[in-house]
């Protein structure tokens, strides 16, 4: 009879072991980054940029559960108080067909 001798299986736990310290860290990491950031306003002009070049425009995300401003583009735009013009028409009007208003 032949007689094999296997070596205990320890790498793969180690490597295994170390993947997950190496995955909780970088957790810990990004959890730590967004909890750090929560409180200020974020801005987010070199992303913005691109989606903005040749308007006025401007990006504010606001949480209203929370009260506090999390990203902002070209904020003194934002400050800026305007009427919103034809932006509604389209949704009131959808409303109103809804709610069987008009029919027309």
Known sequence: MLAVKIKPFT????IMKNTIHINFAIFL??????YSSASASTDISTVASPLFEGTEGCFLL???STNAEI???????????MAPDSTFKIALSLMA???EIIDQ
């Open 97 to 99: 067909f809804d709610a």
């Open 11 to 14: 790498k793969p736990i180690l």
């Open 29 to 34: 990491i990004i959890a730590n980054i967004i």
């Open 62 to 64: 606001y949480d209203a």
């Open 71 to 81: 990203a902002q583009f070209n904020k003194a735009k934002c400050a800026t108080q």
